[in-house]
Structure formats: structure tokens, C-alpha cells
């Protein structure tokens, strides 16, 4: 039996609305064509209740006549009182926010809390953030991360569900080794071919499964905390909104989201906000290079931190220069 609502008319769209708006909190994650990309498309957007009960899968092209009848529905994922459990929410967020022009509020992102478990709860040390950075094909040796201090200061690595599935041993088994082939050797245009394979939308709506197994492994072990919720709030609001105001970029673009973390998101900016001519957002004096006389800042490198090494990792050459800073 599917273990999900296929919703592309109306009909299906009340029947997912009574069940959704009862939920405490909604686990949410997109499908498309290179999404968050310039050339992207969303094609489904899973939504599912708490512990992955109920798992609705919209089709998001076939739903474009129906689009008043999403009204409650947008109305359910802008109310920030509605948790939103999600996987790196950036692009879902950009993809969701231009097609209904609805931005998600209350995301609560795992993979942010993910990372920010490391050091609270399983008390990481420094060698395991730089270890953390020279690992998963990010082309960084680890003498390199070692050997520039200043550079990969508070800079961390994430990483992808399905690698966080195995670490915390919820799964050995993760995605569809068959689709992710086929996204491998086709790319991910497969999303808009209709009408979808039961497949593919099992292997959507099983994305859903997992994150609520992620969500639940979470709070049992305290990388979730009633306390910490708030900050993780702020956190995935940042991290969103980053990604956002960068917009889209096309697809593998150097300064593109990547598996570094972008700095001024765990921690708030402080003090004056400066553009990385990489990434073009706003950030603090911190997340650059500087060039210092005595204890006083006389220059930043052009791009941030995390622009910079991202040009080590994806090994382009990148202009860098110094600009003045004026305090
Ligand atoms: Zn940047």
C-alpha cells in the first residue's frame, strides 16, 4: 500500500488541508529540476505530519489551475507558530517562496542542528571540525584546513541526509540506489516528465519518512531541546534568507551553495555588515580575511571566508583583492 496522497486536483487538496492543519508540526521537502538553480523547476512539494503519519505529495505543475484552492495551505506554511521540519531548506525555500510567493516561516532545519550538535552535545573538538572539513570529497587536505587558521575560523562542513542517516545508524540503506542513479546519469529533469513513475514519487515521499526518523533521533538525544528550539529558529531563518537574498545562481556556480556553511549563521552578525563581491550578501567583519595594523582592521579580502574557500574546493581561480576598511 503507498504510504502517501498523490494531490494534483482539488478533491485531494481538502482532504490533505484537514489533516495537515491538525498537525503539531509539518515536514516539508521539494523535487524539481535543478532546483534553486537559474533553469529550475519545482515539480513536487512533500509535505507530511508529525512522525511522517500522513504524507502528501503535491505536484506542483499539475496543480497551477488550483492554485486558490492552495490558499489555507500557504496560509498553514507562513504561520511561524507551525514548525517546519526540514534538510537544508535553502532552496525548497527559494523554490516555494517565487512559485507561491509564500515564504516558509518556523523552518527548523536539521542540518543546521546537526552541526550545531557537534560541540553542545557530543562535545567535538577543533581537530574534528577541521577533520569534518577535510573530508566528503571536499578537496580540502587536511594540512591545507591545519595550516590557515584565521581562514577556516568557525567555518564548518555539512553534510547531506543520507550521510547523516549512516552516522547516526537510522539507516544503511537511505535513497533509492536506483534513482539516484538515474540522477546521476540524466540529471534531474526526470522530475517533470508526467505522469511521475510510482517510483519516483515513492522515493519522494520516502525522503519525508526519513526526516521525520531524523526529527524524532533528534530530540531523543538531545541535539533538539525545547530550549535550543529557539535559536534553531533563528538559525534556519538566517540560513533560508541567505540563500534567498542570494537568489538563483546557475547551477555548480562557484559562489553557489555548497557543503561549507555560510558564516553569520549560528552566530548572529555583529557590527558592521560589509558585501562579499562572491556571494553578494551582506555580512560581519568576521567572515572575511583581514588585514590588521596593531589590533586595528585595515583591509578584508574582497569575498568572505566561505567564498574563498569554496573557490579551493571547486578549484577555480578567482580574482581576490584587498578592499579599505574604514571604521
Ligand atoms: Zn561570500
Known amino acids: 500500500m503507498d504510504r502517501y496522497t498523490y494531490c494534483n486536483e482539488a478533491g485531494t ?7 495537515l492543519a491538525n498537525s503539531p508540526y509539518l515536514i516539508i521537502d521539494c523535487e524539481g529540476k535543478n532546483i534553486g538553480a537559474v533553469d529550475g523547476v519545482l515539480s513536487l512539494m512533500c509535505i507530511g505530519t508529525a512522525r511522517a503519519e ?3 505529495v503535491f505536484d506542483v505543475i499539475a496543480l497551477k489551475p488550483f492554485h486558490s484552492h492552495l490558499m489555507p495551505l500557504l496560509a498553514l506554511l507562513r504561520n511561524p507558530n507551525v514548525h517546519k521540519i526540514m534538510w537544508d531548506c535553502r532552496k525548497d525555500f527559494l523554490e516555494i517562496a517565487q512559485m507561491y510567493e509564500t515564504k516558509l516561516q518556523g523552518v527548523v532545519d536539521l542540518q543546521l542542528a546537526e552541526v550545531e550538535s557537534r560541540r553542545t552535545v557530543r562535545g567535538e573538538k577543533e581537530f ?6 577535510a573530508s566528503g570529497g571536499r578537496r580540502l587536505p587536511l594540512r591545507v584546513v591545519k595550516g590557515d587558521k584565521d581562514l577556516f575560523r568557525d567555518v564548518h562542513a555539512v553534510q547531506g541526509m543520507d550521510s547523516c542517516l549512516r552516522e547516526t545508524g537510522l539507516s544503511t540503506e537511505g ?25 519516483l514519487l515513492h522515493y519522494a515521499a520516502h525522503d519525508i519518512e526519513m526526516l521525520g526518523d531524523l526529527y524524532e533521533h533528534f530530540v531523543r538525544t538531545g541535539w533538539i ?3 535550543g528550539i529557539h ?14 537574498n542570494q537568489g538563483r545562481v546557475p547551477e555548480g556556480d562557484v559562489f553557489g551553495s555548497s557543503a561549507v556553511l555560510p558564516l553569520d549563521i549560528l552566530k548572529e552578525p555583529l557590527g558592521i555588515m560589509m558585501m562579499c563581491e562572491g556571494c553578494r550578501r551582506m555580512q560581519s567583519l568576521l567572515c572575511f580575511t583581514t588585514l590588521k595594523q596593531g589590533r586595528q582592521v585595515k583591509a578584508r579580502k574582497s569575498i568572505c571566508r566561505v567564498c574563498q574557500i569554496n573557490t579551493m574546493v571547486r578549484n577555480v581561480d578567482h580574482p581576490v583583492y584587498w578592499v579599505k576598511v574604514s571604521l
Open 128 to 133: 574534528r571540525r577541521e577533520g569534518r572539513l
Open 54 to 56: 500522513h504524507i502528501f
Open 175 to 199: 535513497k533509492d540506489p536506483e534513482i539516484v542513479a538515474m540522477h546521476k546519469a540524466n540529471g534531474s529533469a526526470l522530475w517533470l516528465e508526467r505522469p511521475l513513475s510510482s517510483k
Open 225 to 227: 531541546t525545547s530550549s
Open 231 to 244: 535559536l534553531l529558529l533563528e538559525q534556519s531563518a538566517r540560513y533560508a534568507d541567505a540563500a534567498y
Open 13 to 19: 487538496i481538502a482532504y490533505a488541508l484537514c489533516i
